[in-house]
């Protein structure tokens, strides 16, 4: 049983509890794609809808309400088991989620990933190699993970540019490509063709064209 699927039932019963997308992610901390996300790979998994979703309300499936006992108990067996570990009482384990800056992430948490991390108790030290899944919630720490080696992203191409150029990141599946989405520039009234909006919105066709037809 993967860590991953414990993580998508924990969303599932926290928003079964809350009613609410948005209240289950302030209280496991996690933003709300996050949650969407989670709860749809685990309807995938499982082959049945559990949530019904609707304007007003979020109500379970007979589906969601026949396994939401099954997963309350799944996840109390995993916590009763961690602790009954002996490893538990000897050293660190299991997953840890960090809250913090972006900026404090990019330059400074997902950098020094690859190395041991030391914690200092008054055991003395415990030196920890963390390994396993990276989750980030923004494109500017996954490009900083990815610059220190640690993932691959589908991004556009836009968003390397120079990287690209300065080979310091190759494409991944050359050969193969997503399906292109437009890009729009959204004013309040239709602009003159002479306007200020006019010409802004012709600079920016001009600058991205380079990445268009890459």
């Known amino acids: 049983m993967s860590s991953g699927f414990l993580e998508q039932v924990r969303c599932f019963v926290a928003v079964a509890h809350a009613g609410s997308m948005t209240v289950a992610a302030a209280q496991l901390r996690l933003a709300q794609p996050t949650i969407t996300r989670q709860l749809a790979a ?3 998994r499982l082959g049945a809808p559990l949530v019904r979703r609707s304007a007003r309300a979020l109500t379970l499936t007979e589906q969601g309400e ?3 006992p099954r997963a309350e108990r799944l ?3 995993g916590q009763e088991a961690v ?3 002996p490893s538990s009482v000897s050293g660190f384990q299991g997953g840890l989620r960090v809250s913090c800056s972006h ?4 330059h400074v948490l997902i950098p020094v990933r690859q190395r041991p991390w030391v914690f200092k108790g008054e055991a003395g030290n415990v030196s920890v190699r963390v390994d ?6 923004t494109t500017d720490a996954l ?3 990815v610059m220190a080696d640690l993932s691959v992203a589908i991004t556009p191409a836009w968003f390397w540019g120079d990287e690209l150029a300065q080979g310091q990141v190759v494409r991944l599946l050359d050969h193969w490509h997503l399906s292109r ?3 729009h520039a959204v004013t309040a009234e239709r602009p003159q063709r002479d306007s200020k909006e006019s010409a802004f919105a012709d600079f920016v066709q001009a600058a991205f064209a380079p990445f268009n037809a890459a």
């Open 42 to 44: 685990l309807e995938a």
């Open 66 to 68: 026949k396994f939401l």
């Open 75 to 77: 996840l109390q067996a």
């Open 83 to 85: 602790l009954e570990s």
């Open 103 to 106: 900026a404090f992430a990019r």
């Open 132 to 137: 396993g899944r990276l989750s980030v919630s």
């Open 143 to 145: 490009r900083t993970a």
């Open 181 to 183: 989405k437009p890009l």
